[in-house]
């Protein structure tokens, strides 16, 4: 995986140039864009959230972590809410593929418990 200052990206992004950043620190796991050079949005998880969001992004499960939302767009990108706060994130398709793959992977901190089957 890319890191940057502690932000991580999947294995699976190209470059780690336009990817869903990760960073975990104090005990919660934060989301942003590559794309907004840290001047975007940033979302926050706390531990149990956390670990929902990657079940729902593993199963390509409807949200109901109770931090963010995930909705498809029209171009199979995802725009990913933080319910409170409204901040919002947009990832193209491919990086989101990326990330689920990276989730996929246990890159993330996925359990095999926690992936699809075959």
Avoid: I, Q
Avoid at 34 to 40: N, P, R, V
């Amino acid at each position: 995986m890319a890191t940057t200052h502690g932000w991580r990206t999947s294995s699976f992004s190209s470059n780690g140039a336009s990817c869903v950043e990760v960073l975990e620190a104090d005990g919660a796991t934060y989301l942003r864009d590559t794309k907004s050079h840290g001047e975007g949005a940033v979302l926050h998880l706390d531990g149990p959230a956390w670990a929902a969001f990657l079940r729902e992004v593993a199963h390509d499960a409807p949200s109901a972590n109770g931090a963010v939302e995930v909705t498809a767009d029209e171009d199979g990108g995802r725009l990913v809410r933080e319910t409170s706060s409204d901040a919002v994130l947009l990832f193209r398709h491919d990086e989101w593929t990326a990330f689920r793959r990276g989730v996929l992977a246990g890159e993330f901190g996925a359990t095999p418990t926690d992936r699809p089957g075959p």
